[in-house]
């Protein structure tokens, strides 16, 4: 089977195949590596990948694009399904013979709705989708593929027995080949990364139990099942000969530091590739782990801070502390290493006076750059059932997490704290945060010293403030 893989317009700079905690349109242009398809589409051979937001291609170039192809795999989620399922009923309208499938945390939550909303599509994955895809492709018939729902004849609706997490990780090619084959590491921007950028996985799964995070409470799974140093190291030592242009790697794991020893080893084996990289990370690492990752190449950490409320990271299961992350900000300052803080405005306990007490801790641990967002209480998570549960969601807001252009709503609301000032909040954080010397100062700087800096961070300037002033429309 000829297969096209799909990342597929939706929202203007909307990202929806991102791996990341929650999918929607960013304060300025940003987009991550669609790396869960890219890893299903390196063990099809001869298969297709396009990811069309950052390419900037619209549903007629990617209905042009599928002709001649026998099967399309397409990345979906909450936020972006609407355009998802309209895309598939102009595909099938356009190649009566394709067979469509939905992947992701989405159609793992809800396999039979999805199929039910979406008629023109034939197939959802109830899984890790690598193997189901792989089997497809090589023509085994549906009711033989693990992991799968799919529409039969007369319109009846089968599942098959699901997909085993995928133990053996090392088993997969390497995915930045099908990066260096299919897409262009140029468009690929976020604002605290050095561009051009690459980011990937070097294992799945979280040991963290944060009721509001998607992945591991839907395909990933809450153990850290990892491939061997040697496999990651080989990757890398390929991913420098593919992209000599590459000015940074970034692992986007979960929490890449789960494994602290695994993490040094594979450290000290960037050191002497000589590479540049960033990971996503806890606040709780030790002094003397973050002085080998610094000392092997590591440039920045993107941490989830969250709050500065002890009691909503009690509430989230965090399982984190305001004061270790206090000394951690403080060891990743002496030490020379970035800090990325991610904020949320609105976990469950906030009130008015937690939303204050977090603005100063960000202002206090004072990180490289911060993004600050709103809880995405998405399908499968612990947070969504409390939402249910205790009447916190606003009704008229809950269809997919993101307003009519992409994006986030305050979906949420409490007593005492209502959904509009979580969203007012945000923007206020933001303007508190940054507008500051030495935020400012830290900007101005590293314009001064590189003119591509420079260019890019005027750009991104005038997004930012377009962005904040369309969300306040949208409000």
């Known amino acids: 089977m ?10 203007g700079g909307f990202d929806g195949g991102a791996g990341s905690l929650y999918q929607a349109r960013r304060e300025i242009r940003s987009f991550w590596y669609p790396t869960w398809l890219a890893q299903a589409a390196a063990l099809v051979p001869g298969s297709r990948l396009i990811d069309a937001p950052p390419e900037g291609l619209t549903v007629d170039d990617v209905v042009r694009a599928a002709a001649g192809y026998d099967r399309l795999v397409d990345h979906t989620s909450t936020p972006s399904f609407r355009h998802d399922a309209k895309t598939a009923a102009r595909l099938r309208e356009a190649h009566p013979g394709l067979v469509i499938g939905f992947v ?9 709705e999805t199929l039910a909303r979406a008629p023109a599509v034939d197939f959802v994955t109830t899984g890790e989708f690598d193997y189901a895809v792989r089997d497809l492709a090589a023509g085994h018939p549906l009711e033989a593929v693990k992991g799968l729902c799919w529409r ?10 699901p997909q085993a997490p995928i133990q053996d990780l090392d088993s997969f090619p390497f995915v930045t080949e099908v990066y260096a084959a299919h897409l262009a590491v140029e468009n690929y921007y976020i604002g605290y990364l050095q561009h051009p950028y690459v980011s990937l996985y070097t294992g799945r799964g979280c040991r963290s139990r944060c009721t509001f995070c998607l992945w591991p409470q839907t395909i990933a799974g809450h153990v850290y099942r990892t491939r061997s140093v040697e496999h990651v ?16 790697f970034f692992f986007d794991d979960d929490t890449f530091t789960d494994d602290r020893p695994r993490a040094e080893a594979i450290a000290r ?85 937690t939303i204050e007490k977090t603005i100063a801790f960000a202002k206090e641990i004072d990180p490289y750059s ?57 923007e206020r954080f933001y303007r508190a945060y940054f507008l500051r010397p030495r935020p400012i100062l830290r900007i101005v700087r590293d ?29």
């Open 370 to 426: 911060l993004q600050v967002s709103l809880p995405a209480p998405y399908p499968g998570t612990e947070l969504y059932r409390q939402a249910i549960d205790r009447g916190w969601l606003v009704p008229e807001r809950t269809a997919g997490l993101v307003e009519e252009h992409g994006i986030q709503e305050s979906v949420l609301s409490y007593e005492g704290l209502s959904s509009e000032e979580m969203h007012a909040a945000v």
């Open 104 to 112: 992701g945390a989405h159609t793992l939550v809800q396999p039979e």
């Open 2 to 11: 000829k297969t096209l893989f799909l990342n597929p317009p939706s929202y």
């Open 269 to 353: 084996g960037l050191g002497k590739i000589g590479l540049v990289w960033s990971c996503n990370a806890k606040p709780n690492v030790p002094r003397e782990s973050l002085r080998v990752m610094r000392e092997n190449g590591l440039r920045l950490l993107l941490v989830g801070f969250e709050t500065g409320n002890q009691d909503i990271l009690n509430n989230i299961r965090k399982g984190t502390r305001i004061d270790r992350a206090r000394a951690f900000a403080r060891d990743c300052r002496d030490l020379g290493i970035l800090l990325h803080g991610t904020f949320i405005v609105g976990l469950p306990g906030e009130t008015r006076a």
């Open 152 to 161: 039969a004849r007369g319109g009846s609706l089968l599942r098959t027995r």
């Open 233 to 248: 190291l080989a990757e890398m030592t390929r991913a420098k000969a593919l992209f000599p242009r590459v000015k940074e």
């Open 447 to 475: 314009m001064l010293r590189d003119r591509d800096v420079m260019r890019r961070r005027l750009r991104e300037g005038r997004e930012f403030f377009s962005f904040m002033a369309q969300r306040r429309h949208a409000s």
